[in-house]
T-cell receptor, first 112, second 115 residues
Framework: SQKIEQNSEALNIQEGKTATLTCNYTNYSPAYLQWYRQDPGRGPVFLLLIRENEKEKRKERLKVTFDTTLKQSLFHITASQPADSATYLCALDDNYGQNFVFGPGTRLSVLP | NAGVTQTPKFQVLKTGQSMTLQCAQDMNHNSMYWYRQDPGMGLRLIYYSASEGTTDKGEVPNGYNVSRLNKREFSLRLESAAPSQTSVYFC??????????????FGPGTRLTVL
């Protein structure tokens, strides 16, 4: 069956460290993968998109990698800050390219 | 620009009651979507509309109906609410079909409780 998993439900890290979040999928062949941030009581906000032919994408302190062989994407936040505390969702296109499928999310807490 | 707006923000219903969730976007997007979000299950697509005048079922359409009223507005109706429909509902829009790699813009959500 098709499945998207994110490494853990919650992740705590110390301010200034690099946070690494994982998104694994099975039985999908996505052309691209996206990462969203969601704050409590609000809708998700788009952060980054990476295509299947791209190994890595960066935006300020954010970095995303995409390994189609491992069927995995890694999302890194360097020099993390308490303001980075949120839930992060990965999303990929389904095999028909019609719609997104979202992972369950990882709740990141950056401790001062 | 307001982006994507949803009404109401909160709603409590009794089992069997009906209601309509409203969504509007001012970004001139073609595609609009309705999701529900439940703890530990992520966002699940209920219905989507790739363009004005078309609607299609998503992963969990049972118990819901939708109307794409015009390019701006996409409503979600619960005809006979059930406790299993207690959830947070998000509307989203995108400039093109998701298969084109377009990003989605989400509304603030409607928190629905069915007693």
């Amino acid at each position: 069956s098709q499945k998207i998993e994110q490494n853990s439900e919650a992740l705590n890290i110390q301010e200034g460290k690099t946070a690494t979040l994982t998104c694994n999928y099975t039985n999908y062949s996505p052309a691209y993968l996206q990462w969203y941030r969601q704050d409590p009581g609000r809708g998700p906000v788009f952060l980054l998109l990476i295509r299947e032919n791209e190994k890595e994408k960066r935006k300020e302190r954010l970095k995303v990698t995409f390994d189609t062989t491992l069927k995995q994407s890694l999302f890194h936040i360097t020099a993390s800050q308490p303001a980075d505390s949120a839930t992060y969702l990965c999303a990929l296109d389904d095999n028909y390219g019609q719609n997104f499928v979202f992972g369950p999310g990882t709740r990141l807490s950056v401790l001062p | 620009n307001a982006g994507v707006t949803q009404t109401p923000k909160f709603q409590v219903l009794k089992t069997g009651q009906s209601m309509t969730l409203q969504c509007a976007q001012d970004m001139n997007h073609n595609s609009m979507y309705w999701y529900r979000q439940d703890p530990g299950m992520g966002l699940r697509l209920i219905y989507y509309s790739a363009s004005e005048g078309t609607t299609d079922k998503g992963e969990v359409p049972n118990g819901y109906n939708v109307s794409r009223l015009n390019k701006r507005e996409f409503s979600l109706r619960l005809e006979s609410a059930a406790p299993s429909q207690t959830s947070v509902y998000f509307c989203a829009s995108s400039g093109d079909r998701q298969g084109q790699g377009d990003t989605q813009y989400f509304g603030p959500g409607t928190r629905l409780t069915v007693l």
